[in-house]
């Protein structure tokens, strides 16, 4: 599956942004899907990630109440939806799919990144 993120920008400090990552390929469903992040000069950290169906999600810590991921399987499309950003949210967010059917996953595919900015 060949994954492809958007939604980055610029952002105010106290803001929103919408991430997506579009998949090809008719067996989305089949993959459990997450989101990264890498800041940089550091290492590419989990943020959030979303069972096969939907039904399941989980977010790293510094993440939660925040972030919020989400999928259509009919756009074959996840999203991250990012409230009240902050400085140190500062980084390149990958999409990745997972074909493994159970935790922990192996992460099989990524996307390029979309650069998401937050100004203070």
């Known amino acids: 599956v060949q994954l492809q993120a958007s939604g980055g920008g610029l952002v105010q400090a106290g803001g929103s942004l919408r991430l997506s990552c579009a998949a090809s390929?008719?067996?989305?469903?089949?993959?459990?899907l997450g989101w990264f992040r890498q800041a940089p000069g550091k290492e590419r950290e989990f943020v959030a990630r979303?069972?096969?169906?939907?039904?399941?999600?989980y977010y790293a810590d510094s993440m939660k109440g925040r972030f919020t991921i989400s999928r259509d399987n009919a756009k074959n499309t996840v999203y991250l939806q990012m409230n009240s950003l902050k400085p140190e949210d500062t980084a390149v967010y990958l999409c990745?799919?997972?074909?493994?059917?159970?935790?922990?996953?192996?992460?099989?595919?990524w996307g390029q990144g979309t650069l998401v900015t937050v100004s203070s």
């Open positions: 990745a799919a997972s074909g493994s059917l159970s935790l922990p996953y192996r992460w099989d595919y």
């Open positions: 390929g008719r067996t989305f469903s089949s993959y459990a």
């Open positions: 979303i069972s096969r169906s939907g039904g399941s999600t």
